[in-house]
């Protein structure tokens, strides 16, 4: 028997590896959630549940990279560090170009906004319900954790016009100190209160030597990971599966206001769950290169961010012969805030089965068992091959589903315009 890995067992490149995938993960809940949504509300119902979402979670989930990071700033560049580092805005698939002016005063566009791709053969409604109706609060929610004097306005954005308008959409950046302050939004007061906002993570080794263990000084125009330290990284990695716990809590809360009934909210925010869960099972085994055999399935557990970071939820995995053991704590503090891991029952084991497809079509749910202390879920390969779940499918309408990362090089700092080089 032994137990798969979790991020502080990787090497710093296979982490540098799958940072990029994490942020994309979580970029890609709201592909997997918002069709259901659809289906259920309409659009516009949809569009009010993104924008609660996320201005719970972001507030919440960039306070704790700030920390973690020591970007003790309040200027325009602490701001695009943040984003730099935001499931909101995972490179490349988002890629933003940041200038800036002076510390109080920047801009930014995006050079390919993968989220619009994936809603711009819907129709310019949609396109607007995204780059207008949801984009102007969320914006502002995600710069008050920095400055609460901040505000993000455009200079232009879709729907595109020309239809091959590029860059795809322009923004400023001010802080102006005669402004009010923006208020912290409700949702975004109550998550602070939540477990998720102040679990402890892996501490980031300070004096280590093997890379950055901070984002201190300049900002980076295309931040490597490959550049931070191995410590820097497990915690980054944490704080990025944790900001999808955090998202998945403020839909979870705004879903609450909308549907009929209990069942309603259990259905569609499974559907959710399973969904990513599939989608992101697949990215991580094939960005890591891992085989389809129980180790990997394993690992892919350990590591795949739904079901972390361990800290919050306690899930663990286990090689048991041929088989993995999947063990999900009754007690923890996921379960305490009533996300995701609440879902979870014998009869009620779509993710999980989504995960093991993800990694391999012959993996299947074989028992279920409680222990009093857990739910312990075991798999085991069959001949029988499993069709991918509709809400995987789903998600996979995104760009992002196939995206591929490239290597840019490495990390240049961004200077005020003006400054000597």
Not at 241 to 269: N, T
Not at 301 to 324: E, F, K, M, N
Not at 327 to 354: C, K, M, N, V, Y
């Amino acid at each position: 028997m032994s137990t798969a890995r979790t991020y502080s067992d990787l090497t710093a490149p296979q982490l540098a590896t799958i940072v990029p995938e994490l942020l994309l993960s979580g970029q890609l809940i709201d592909r997997s959630g918002m069709a259901h949504l659809i289906s259920a509300f309409g659009r516009e119902t949809m569009a009010q549940i993104a924008i609660e979402e996320w201005m719970a979670a972001s507030p919440v989930y960039t306070h704790r990279m700030r920390d973690a990071l020591c970007v003790d700033g309040d200027g325009v560049a602490d701001m695009f560090k943040c984003l730099q580092l935001d499931i909101g805005a995972p490179p490349q698939f988002m890629d933003f170009r940041y200038e800036i002016d002076d510390e109080y005063h920047g801009s930014f566009v995006l050079n390919h906004c993968g989220a619009l791709m994936d809603v711009e053969p819907l129709g310019d409604d949609y396109v607007t319900a995204m780059c207008h109706d949801i984009e102007d609060p969320t914006f502002d929610a995600t710069a008050i954790a920095t400055n609460r004097r901040a505000r993000i306005r455009p200079i232009h954005r879709p729907p595109r016009r020309p239809a091959d308008q590029h860059p795809h959409c322009a923004w400023t950046v001010t802080i102006e100190p005669e402004r009010d302050e923006l208020p912290l939004p409700p949702d975004a007061e109550e998550m602070f209160t939540r477990r998720a906002a102040s679990v402890e993570l892996s501490a980031i080794d300070t004096t280590a030597t093997d890379g950055r263990v901070d984002y201190r000084g300049d900002l980076c125009d295309d931040l490597q990971f490959r550049e931070w330290s191995h410590t820097a990284l497990v915690r980054i990695a944490e704080e990025v599966a944790l900001q999808h716990q955090l998202l998945a809590l403020g839909f979870l809360v705004s879903l609450r206001r909308y549907a009929d009934s209990p069942e309603q909210v259990d259905e569609i925010y499974r559907k959710q769950l399973t969904g990513i869960a599939g989608l992101a099972a697949d990215r991580l085994r094939s960005a890591l290169a891992l085989a389809p055999d129980a180790q990997g399935l394993a690992t892919v557990i350990s590591l795949i961010p739904v079901l972390g970071p361990v800290q919050y939820t306690g899930v663990t995995a286990r090689v048991v012969g041929d088989g993995v053991v999947l063990a999900i704590p009754h007690e923890s503090d996921a379960r305490s805030d009533g996300g995701w891991l609440t879902l979870f029952d014998a009869e009620h084991l779509e993710p999980l089965q989504a995960i093991a497809t993800g990694v391999d079509a012959h993996w299947n749910v074989e028992a279920v068992t409680d222990t009093g202390h857990a739910l312990e879920v075991t798999f085991a390969l069959t001949d029988d091959e499993r069709s991918e779940s509709g809400e995987v499918a789903i998600a996979r309408f995104s760009s992002g589903a196939a995206w591929e990362f490239v290597d840019r090089g490495r990390s240049l700092p961004i200077t005020p315009i003006g400054s000597p080089v």
